[in-house]
């Protein structure tokens, strides 16, 4: 049988149908396809196809390697990884990596692997992980560990195979979870959610080895997949000094279940379940069979239960849920998350942190949604200017478990080593990365000058709100006023502060919180924070403008670029689209303010601004010091002499 897929970067409903008859797979839906694939098919009969396909023989000596201890390199020449051995890579991770995607993608396409005729090699290579994965030891260390048992371990993780009746739990989970759980009682539960974008937690928790059940009982349009756990696999660090001290990929495949549909899952590690939705807003229904229940908040009628369950700690995962941003926590961090002397109950943590996690950060970045507030300067803007404003309605998530880079990494879910705190600064921090633009960013600054101000704008929101101390970060505008001043003693004041280099992310920072504080010092904003909200609005319509030649021709007036052709408009370099971006929001003149602190721009783009005759923004440094600035942007301007 041949198959020739034709749809190119996506994949048909059909496509599964048709290649899943042969035995075959490809991305899921909304995946490329084969748009990059590089294989050729340019035998002249079957014989030299079969002869050149190796996939089957590479699969066939890595398992015979795992066998015998008979790789030609050793796991203690990886240093940081394993990417320099190329052996390592055509012995091992090559076929590996095969095998890992044929194994799950059989899982998400529910294929009862081991009530169904043939899959005899499929079959056996679950099995062989499954033995390996008994034999698992943690920690382990490159350094210590032999190359046999470091690689059967790297196996059995990856070949993790849900869709069945018999999965054995792993008798070592390392510092995941324990792995006995003869104290609990499996129970039931029917659970009802609104659907939200892009997962949302069940509340129950997948006990390891325990086959449990889940039938959808709704009728919703809406599709809906169960998955176990939340960790990206590079939260696991093998190559690291004993690092390897828990599975790697520990979330489970996402396998869609429909209305009426009842799947039966077991996976050796457990974990809290998860349900990922298409869209939102639709209500639907589960019921689980044979699962526990682990620490879970979800409103303040689960006070009492979330609390005993904590204090009983018979569970290694605890979950708070709030209707924007999930806490998915192991448990210790947990219990010193409630022991937040800001936040004296679940109850309070949760508000804190739909207000803290979810509205103010969003607010900043110019979005409207629910639980966002509307405020005038940024809603009246955008309206005075003919702008949309972005809509945000997803769920985001934290693990508050192992960072997958740094101490803390952002995605969604962002993953950190510290308990989360609706007010740390590392959780805005890194929700914050999600938000930024690189645009926003002046030539050679530092990537974080665009992350903090939504942790630092929160924060000050919080010492309105409550009158403690928001704890911001210190930022080097004592340094800076001093490099000004050192900088108009001077023969050229602008040469002496670009030769300054001040593109550091904290620099960068404190550079655009002055701006703020001379829109909010000069009148045109209320609060000078709002610069940035303006600026993302902006943004998002200067993309939808530089679309087509028609869309920009429509929209270059609003923007302030009347004297931009679209292929001008879409060359604009940071400092130029900046200089006007941060011109056009605030109504006022920045160029003199950015000469001042050595920040250049083009004469194309200085005649573009000059044309709309703002009011100037006074070149003058505003007197903040350290971390007041997060007690307000309302400071004096101290004017430099010349």
């Known amino acids: 049988m041949l198959y020739v897929h034709q749809d190119s970067w996506n994949v048909s409903d059909f496509t599964p149908t048709v290649l899943g008859s042969m035995g075959f ?14 294989d050729q098919a340019q035998w002249d009969n079957y014989q030299a196809m079969q002869a050149g396909s190796n996939s089957v023989t590479a699969v066939y000596q890595m398992v015979r390697r795992l066998q015998e201890d008979d790789f030609s390199f050793d796991i203690n020449d990886c240093v940081d990884n394993c990417d320099a051995i190329e052996t390592f890579t055509s012995e091992f991770n090559s076929p590996l990596t095969l095998t890992k995607n044929l194994v799950n993608q059989l899982d998400k396409n529910k294929t009862q692997l081991f009530s169904s005729e043939g899959f005899e090699l499929e079959k056996l290579l679950v099995l062989l992980a499954d033995k390996y994965r008994q034999e698992i030891v943690y920690p382990m260390d490159t350094s210590i560990t032999s190359t046999r048992d470091f690689l059967r371990a790297m196996f059995a993780d990856a070949i993790v195979y849900s869709h069945r009746d018999i999965n054995a739990a792993q008798a070592d989970l390392g510092n995941f979870s324990r792995s006995d759980f003869s104290h609990i009682t499996p129970t039931s539960k029917i659970i009802n959610l609104n659907s939200k974008r892009s997962f949302r937690s069940a509340g129950v928790y997948a006990l390891p080895g325990t086959s449990f059940k889940v039938t959808r009982l709704d009728t919703s349009e809406v599709t809906t997949k169960i998955f176990i756990n939340t960790q990206r696999s590079g939260s696991t ?43 939102n807003d639709l209500p639907v229904q589960f019921e689980f069979t044979n699962i526990g229940l682990h620490p879970y908040w979800n409103g303040s009628e689960d006070d009492e239960a979330f609390t005993r369950a904590l204090d009983a700690g018979d569970f290694d995962w605890a979950e708070l849920i709030t209707p924007g941003f ?19 109950s679940a109850k309070a943590i949760s508000d804190a942190t739909m207000r803290y996690v979810h509205n103010f950060p969003h607010v900043l970045a110019g979005f409207q949604g629910p639980s966002i507030d509307v405020v005038p300067e940024i809603h009246d803007f955008a309206q005075s200017k003919g702008y949309s404003i972005d809509t945000i309605d997803m ?10 880079c740094g101490y803390g990494c952002s995605g969604n879910p962002y993953d950190a080593y510290w308990n989360f705190n609706p007010v740390g600064h590392g959780d805005i921090h890194e929700l914050g990365h999600g938000l930024e633009k690189g645009r926003f960013r002046f030539a050679g600054w530092e990537g974080h000058a665009s992350t903090n101000p939504y942790s630092y704008y929160t924060k000050s929101q919080f010492y309105k709100d409550t009158g403690r101390d928001p704890d911001c970060q210190s930022l080097p505008f004592d340094d800076l006023l001093q490099t000004l001043q050192d900088s108009r003693l001077s023969e050229n004041p602008f040469a002496f502060m670009q030769s300054a ?7 960068g920072v404190a550079i655009y919180i002055q701006m703020m504080m001379a829109a909010q010092h000069q009148g045109v904003l209320e609060d000078g924070w709002h610069l940035l909200a303006r600026l993302h609005i902006f943004e998002r319509e200067f993309n939808r403008a530089i679309k087509s030649d028609e869309a920009w021709l429509e929209k270059r007036d609003s923007l302030g670029l009347s004297l931009y052709d679209l292929a001008s408009a879409k060359a604009l370099n940071n400092n130029d689209w900046l200089t006007l971006g941060i011109s056009w ?31 100037a923004a006074a070149p003058q440094f505003y007197q903040a010091s350290g ?11 101290l004017v430099l002499t010349p």
């Open 395 to 404: 769920v985001k998530h934290m693990n508050a478990d192992q960072a997958t």
């Open 326 to 344: 999930e806490v998915h926590s192991q448990l210790t961090k947990m219990r010193e998350s409630m022991a937040n002397d800001n936040f004296a």
């Open 501 to 507: 280099d001040l593109t550091g992310w904290n620099q």
């Open 627 to 637: 971390n007041d600035y997060c007690y307000g942007l309302d400071k004096a301007p």
């Open 585 to 615: 929001v605030t109504g006022l003149d920045y160029r003199g303010f950015l000469t001042l602190w050595g920040l250049d721009y083009s004469p194309e783009i200085a005649i573009q601004v000059q044309q709309h005759a703002l009011e």
């Open 25 to 38: 797979y490809m991305q899921p839906k909304g995946g490329p396809g084969n748009y990059f694939s590089q």
């Open 237 to 279: 660090h093998e190559f690291e000094n004993n690092g390897y001290s828990r599975p790697k990929y520990l979330q489970s495949q996402h396998i869609e279940i429909k209305t009426g549909e009842t799947l039966t899952l077991t996976h050796p590690y457990g974990g809290p379940v998860q349900i990922e939705f298409s869209n």
